[in-house]
């Protein structure tokens, strides 16, 4: 297992590098977007950058804006978060990133036809992993976190994308069904496909990201169940102001680790 920590994109990139690395952490995942971190601004600050994850042995991986929306009924609006995303896939395969999440969208409240909905958002990941393909980055695609998908539809998502892997995030699964049973569904079913994993924790009615061990989520056995399958990474998705929490759960996530 290798433990990472997402940047939060309000924050210096070179702060966030220097947290993880003070942390110990094995990788940052970069989510490439507004403000400071921006396909533009981590170009001009390339050379540094690589410097600056070399410098705490920090491995790479990279993440979309959550805000993309890749099922927007207007195929204008929906072009143009495909073209912004092709440039976040070229900055990924630039610095070096072999993964790449892709947050699934919210429009699909505007869709009275669930089929067009999964119809319009397949066909975007379906651009989306062609060109991380020629880039040689893997696609991971990360699980609803709304509650009103069920297992099936993911299933039906992945049909449509077969080649597609998943990032399994555990608090988005904690979200459709009490006491760890999505969460464990997921890992059963999803096992040959989860490629990487997001942790955080929450109180089972809305993505709270907080750290973990303090929301509903019972770690001990969620880990012990991925365990059995899956050893690469994780990234703590941790939104705090106290970044110290960071590193507390990540202390909590070794100990468990070793334990299951």
């Known amino acids: 297992m290798k433990l990472g920590l997402m940047n939060?994109?309000?924050?210096?990139?070179?702060?966030?590098?220097?947290?993880?690395?003070?942390?110990?952490?094995?990788?940052?995942?970069?989510?490439?977007?507004?403000?400071?971190?921006?396909?533009?601004?981590?170009?001009?600050?390339?050379?540094?950058?690589?410097?600056?994850?070399?410098?705490?042995?920090?491995?790479?991986?990279?993440?979309?804006?959550?805000?993309?929306?890749?099922?927007?009924?207007?195929?204008?609006?929906?072009?143009?978060?495909?073209?912004?995303?092709?440039?976040?896939?070229?900055?990924?395969a630039d610095f070096g990133a072999k993964k790449l999440t892709v947050h699934t969208d919210h429009m699909h409240f505007v869709h009275k036809d669930r089929k067009k909905f999964f119809e319009l958002l397949a066909d975007s990941f379906k651009k989306i992993y062609s060109t991380?393909?020629?880039?040689?980055?893997?696609?991971?695609?990360?699980?609803?976190?709304?509650?009103?998908?069920?297992?099936?539809?993911?299933?039906?998502?992945?049909?449509?994308?077969?080649?597609?892997?998943?990032?399994?995030?555990?608090?988005?699964?904690?979200?459709?069904?009490?006491?760890?049973?999505?969460?464990?569904?997921?890992?059963?079913t999803f096992k040959k496909k989860i490629t990487?994993?997001?942790?955080s924790d929450n109180k089972g009615e809305k993505d709270d990201h907080l750290p973990i061990g303090t929301g509903k989520i019972k770690w001990e056995p969620v880990l012990a169940k991925l365990k059995q399958s899956y050893d690469d990474t994780i990234t703590l998705e941790i939104h705090s102001e106290d970044r110290e929490y960071l590193k507390i759960s990540k202390e909590k996530i070794e100990k468990m680790w070793k334990r299951a």
């Not at 971190?37 to 705490?56: G, H, M, N, Q, R």
């Not at 299933?155 to 988005?172: G, I, M, R, S, Y």
Request: overall charge negative.
């Open 132 to 188: 991380t393909q020629n880039a040689g980055i893997t696609l991971c695609i990360e699980n609803f976190e709304e509650k009103a998908f069920t297992m099936k539809e993911h299933e039906q998502l992945f049909e449509l994308l077969p080649e597609a892997k998943l990032t399994l995030d555990v608090a988005h699964a904690n979200l459709s069904a009490p006491n760890n049973q999505a969460i464990f569904d997921f890992i059963k």
């Open 8 to 92: 939060n994109p309000r924050n210096s990139v070179f702060d966030e590098i220097w947290l993880a690395g003070e942390y110990k952490f094995d990788f940052l995942e970069l989510t490439i977007e507004a403000p400071e971190a921006t396909p533009e601004k981590l170009k001009e600050d390339k050379a540094k950058i690589l410097d600056s994850l070399s410098t705490y042995n920090l491995k790479l991986l990279a993440h979309s804006p959550w805000t993309f929306e890749f099922s927007h009924p207007y195929q204008s609006i929906r072009a143009a978060f495909l073209r912004e995303q092709e440039k976040v896939i070229e900055t990924a």
């Open 196 to 199: 990487h994993v997001h942790a």
